[in-house]
């Protein structure tokens, strides 16, 4: 146990160290000048002179070697220092914390229903005996797979907002204003856990045990819940901390089409004045949620099937 928590926390600082070095690396490779974009212009207007473009640089330590820069950076964040934003002079790590809530509400609410439409899904194409409703419910995860992200949320919004008029189509009053966008945001997920799911589902069915289980007189039910998918759900719950962060990743889009604040917005301002410590922040924080997913998923392993222990799965 011990020696897999080590290496859970070392792929764990990798994936951290690989993070924060490929969006440094990014940021830097492009053309345009932050401080130049930061500073747009003086108090009345005029563009900054040379001398106080090298001011700012100068401050935000802009000014020394990329190599340097890397180094103060990346011994920073290691303290948990990650830096001051260029666009706003703000704390980065609290203007992260500030606009976690609302991208919270929106993920959790489709990760929820990801799980639910993908497991439901799974569960009614395999159980059903009509072929053609199986083929039909079999190539829906495709087929939402498919779908840009952006076109889902605009056509929520012209139904359910426009022509129903049951859903607010902006904003983030209450609970009614996360529905559209968690649909938006959990649709892609459901559609992959779906496609898993079913295949694994469809083979566990297949399996020497449950043909045995048939020949008790076990219920459809029972061997469906209680046999199958209980050894189909670990390939699934696999897939699901592979795109857990295509959650945070979808927020950029689904914040932006339902006009809501919060980390998919900060992280496209960000990027758009390349605010090299605030997208670092963002890109950290994502990793991190990619391996607390990922180890939770890895330590559930052994609850689901008891012959799997923690040091096999290491």
């Known amino acids: 146990m011990g020696r ?49 473009l090298d001011e700012l640089r100068a401050r935000y330590g802009l000014d020394q070697p990329l190599v340097v820069q890397y180094w103060h950076r990346l011994v920073a964040a290691l303290h948990g220092d990650l830096g001051t934003s260029l666009s706003s002079g703000l704390d980065v790590r609290g ?43 079999m190539s829906l995860p495709s087929l ?6 952006f076109w889902v949320g605009l056509m929520l919004v012209q139904l359910f907002s426009f022509q129903l008029r049951l859903l607010p189509s902006v904003g983030a009053r209450g609970a009614e204003s996360v529905v559209l966008p968690a649909i938006t945001l959990g649709l892609p997920t459901g559609a992959v856990i779906a496609q898993v799911l079913a ?43 592979h795109v857990t962060g295509s959650l945070l990743a979808g927020t950029v889009v689904v ?19 390349q605010d090299i410590p605030l997208v670092q922040g963002i890109v950290l924080f994502a990793a991190l949620v990619y391996v607390v997913v990922n180890l939770l998923v890895d330590l559930a392993y052994p609850l689901l099937d008891p012959r799997i222990t923690v040091g096999a799965t290491s």
């Open 4 to 52: 897999y928590l080590l290496r859970r926390i070392g792929f764990a600082l990798g994936v951290g160290w690989a993070a924060f070095t490929v969006s440094f690396l990014m940021l830097y490779l492009l053309p345009s000048d932050p401080v130049a974009i930061m500073a747009g212009g003086g108090p009345d207007g005029e563009p900054l002179s040379p001398a106080q």
């Open 95 to 137: 203007q992260i914390e500030h606009a976690l809530p609302p991208t919270l509400e929106i993920a959790v609410a489709g990760l929820v229903f990801a799980v639910v439409f993908g497991a439901g899904l799974a569960l009614v194409a395999t159980y059903t005996t009509l072929r053609w409703l199986r083929q039909l419910l």
């Open 144 to 149: 939402a797979v498919s779908l840009p992200v």
């Open 199 to 241: 295949k694994s589902l469809a083979q566990a069915l297949e399996s020497p045990y449950i043909v045995t289980a048939r020949a008790k007189g076990v219920g459809r039910v029972s061997i469906q819940l209680g046999h199958a998918l209980r050894n189909a759900a670990m390939p699934a719950m696999t897939a699901l901390g």
């Open 255 to 273: 914040e932006t089409v339902f006009t809501r604040p919060g980390l998919g917005r900060l992280t496209v301002s960000a990027v758009g004045v």
